[in-house]
């Protein structure tokens, strides 16, 4: 099951997002049906997301911290964002994409982490095994870099969208 609204308080009727790739072609879809579609694999691998969504006052368009949804109890981390925002840079595997954490990362660091990564994602072209330094953001609770792995792709409208796994990596004890 899909959070009744994984963006930022708006209904779900009134949200329609253009789908394209590259100056191809576009497809107006409503967030719900894209999210639908992307979250597919995860959902049946791992479960319903749950019907809240984690978010701030300060969205992550205005500089806050990304809008995260969790599967059950579990430390299951997905973003609910990051692949409707044009000036996400297109991964090296050629699509625009959320991010995952199958645990291992509590919510606090996740939310952190992923906020940076999402940042990033706007300015600078990730994929699948690039390895991000992330030593120097608070509350990554000791966590000094991540691993991206594909998690899963699909087309969507006349794009591709993924979910790009963020594999914690912690400095070991000599």
Request: proline share 3%.
């Amino acid at each position: 099951m899909l959070p009744p609204d994984p963006l930022r308080g708006q209904e779900a009727r009134q949200k329609q997002v253009v789908i394209g790739h590259r100056g191809r072609s576009v497809k107006k879809m409503s967030a719900k049906e894209h999210y639908t579609t992307l979250y597919a694999e995860l959902i049946e691998r791992h479960g319903a997301l749950n019907d809240e969504t984690i978010s701030s006052i300060i969205g992550f368009s205005g500089g806050g911290p990304v809008s995260m949804c969790q599967i059950g109890h579990e430390a299951i981390y997905v973003t609910c964002e990051l692949s409707l925002y044009p000036d996400q840079i297109c991964s090296t595997d050629g699509f625009r994409y959320e991010l995952l954490s199958l645990g291992g990362i509590d919510e606090d660091a996740c939310r952190a982490i992923f906020t940076a990564l999402g940042d990033l994602s706007m300015e600078a072209q990730l994929g699948d095994t690039h390895t991000v330094d992330v030593s120097g953001i608070a509350g990554a609770d000791g966590i000094t870099a991540i691993s991206l792995k594909k998690f899963s792709s699909s087309r969507i409208g006349d794009g591709m969208f993924g979910i790009y796994e963020v594999i914690p990596k912690r400095l070991s004890c000599l």
